[in-house]
């Protein structure tokens, strides 16, 4: 059996145990999130032994980390989480003095169970850009989802109607609509001939006539009025979802004002 590495990762610092063939601890230490920091890891480790005989186990995917130790030729065997977790009550039973850490539990279950586990096999310089550019647009459509519930939770205070006319709030023709009509005084006159004209220059292509939205917007609960709830209100027409989205449109989403007094959210049905 060769020497095992645990690797407990931290956002700025991460936690390492290094245990010998008889699963005793011979090394700990600690690593910044840096890649200085990691190469001068790798360099201590190097001092235990060839890269390809120190097997690493991990449980957080962290790509610059697995990345930096891959391409040192060390051998990175991911534990999930799940395991992880499952196995932690053992090892407090038998150290109840002192939490050994998750690091010593990552090298330790590496040197009990590794034929258990699969190695990360080294990628490609095409597969990880790929790979980047995937996670990249994971984070955009994550950010996407936040800021549309963050409109969504404001409409839901000042204007529902404008949450309820479209199925999904960040739609182009949902943010169309929010910047053309901010509050509900400024739907007052909106009928079904006025509805069907707005429809037809965002070229809506649901399957709702005009007189089924204006349905919708009419059933939709009133609203809590006051001056400064109807100026928060007309802000979302300067919101970022007002405009078509792209990464750099960001916002934070603040807290309505609220008064006793309910808004008409219902507009007169005229043309």
Known sequence: MSLTVGI?????????????????TIDR???????EGLARLLKRLAKQGA?????????????????TVV???????????????????????????RDPGDAYLLADLLWTDEHRF??????????????????????????RVALANQLRALLESCWP????????????????????????????RLGQKRLASFMARHAYCGRRSPEELLDR?????????????????SATSRWPWSRPWSPSSRASARSPARSSTPWRSSPQARS
């Open 161 to 188: 109607g404008a949450v309820a006319i479209f199925a999904d709030i960040d739609s182009p023709i949902s943010l169309a609509f929010v910047k053309r009509y901010p509050t509900p005084n400024s739907s007052a």
């Open 217 to 233: 917007l009419c059933s939709a609960p009133t609203g809590l009025a006051s001056d400064a709830a109807e100026a928060e209100a």
């Open 51 to 67: 890269p390809e005989e120190l097997p690493i186990a991990l449980e957080r995917p962290s790509w610059l980390l697995i990345d």
């Open 8 to 24: 407990d990762w931290g956002s700025e610092v991460h936690a390492v145990c290094v245990l010998d063939e008889r699963g005793e």
């Open 71 to 97: 391409d040192a030729r060390d051998p990175v065997v991911p534990i999930h989480p799940n395991v992880v977790k499952a196995s932690r009550p053992r090892y407090v039973v038998v150290n109840r003095r």
């Open 118 to 143: 699969r190695r990360l096999r080294p990628l490609f310089g095409e597969v990880k850009a790929l790979r980047a550019l995937v996670r990249e647009r994971d984070d955009l459509v994550a950010e």
């Open 29 to 35: 230490l600690e690593s910044k999130h840096t890649r």
